[in-house]
């Protein structure tokens, strides 16, 4: 009776910054290893300006900062309306105070009239 020979084969992948390096091993179990096939696949970097001299900044820096003027802008309004609610709700403010200038859609999401003071 033959023995069969039995290997293992190993993907090793070396994630970078703008590269991504790999190598297929094949091991067997009287040897260390042999390298199958490797390679690499390098890609422009996410970064633009002198990256050389440190002024390089972000491609995604302008849709970040917007993104985070609108999350800003959208918490600042839902703290002010929770306040209005809450002033309200105490008595503090004339029940018919005008909340148009809140979008709708807010007024119905807020938990406020579901669970009152819960938020606080």
């Keep these: 009776m033959s023995k069969v020979k039995q290997s293992k084969k190993i993907l090793g992948l070396d994630l970078g910054s703008n590269s991504l390096g790999w ?8 040897s260390s290893g ?29 849709r970040r900062e917007n993104r985070l003027t609108r999350r800003q802008y959208n918490r600042r309004r839902r703290r002010k309306l929770r ?13 018919e105070f005008d909340l148009t200038h809140f979008p709708h859609h ?10 009152k003071f819960q938020m606080l």
């Design 106 to 115: 807010l007024i119905k999401e807020n938990t406020f009239f579901q669970h």
């Design 83 to 95: 306040l209005v609610l809450q002033l309200k709700e105490a008595g503090l403010l004339p029940l």
């Design 23 to 30: 190598a297929l091993i094949e091991y067997d179990q009287n």
């Design 34 to 62: 042999k390298i199958i096939d490797n390679g690499v696949r390098v890609f422009e970097a996410g970064m633009k300006g002198d990256i050389e001299r440190g002024k390089a900044e972000s491609r995604n820096k302008k």
